[in-house]
Nanobody
Framework: QVQLAESGGGLVQAGGSLRLSCAAS????????MGWFRQAPGKEREFVAA????????DYADSVKGRFTISRDNAKKTVYLQMLSLKPEDTAVYYC?????????????????WGQGTQVTVSS
């Protein structure tokens, strides 16, 4: 298992940007697919973005394509989510997750380790 801790959330106006970080512990971080998910009030948790173990593969939810970018630094054991052109509908708790599978995964059931989440609030 890997321990995950998100940071970087906050309150931002529509059109603004934020960068989320997820710091991981454990020696096998570099072999994990990493993902970001979010849960808005009253809604189910949904997939946002994922990146393969090497960073060579990524996938995004249609709702964030072209605005969000996922990246990772295996030396720092950290995965990032750069969010641009934020919209009020991006408001949610954002969770970082790790999958033991190396390739990009988008299903929540593929991820066995989860962080506590960080709140992102976008005001209109």
């Amino acid at each position: 298992q890997v321990q995950l801790a998100e940071s970087g959330g906050g309150l931002v106006q529509a059109g603004g940007s934020l960068r989320l970080s997820c710091a991981a512990s454990g020696r096998t971080f570099s072999s994990y697919c990493m993902g970001w998910f979010r849960q808005a009030p009253g809604k189910e948790r949904e997939f946002v973005a994922a990146i393969s173990w090497s960073g060579g593969g990524t996938d995004y939810a249609d709702s964030v394509k072209g605005r969000f970018t996922i990246s990772r630094d295996n030396a720092k054991k950290t995965v990032y989510l750069q969010m641009l052109s934020l919209k009020p509908e991006d408001t949610a708790v954002y969770y970082c997750a790790a999958s033991r599978l190396r390739r990009v995964q988008i299903m929540q059931t593929a991820f066995g380790s989860w962080g506590q989440g960080t709140q992102v609030t976008v005001s209109s």
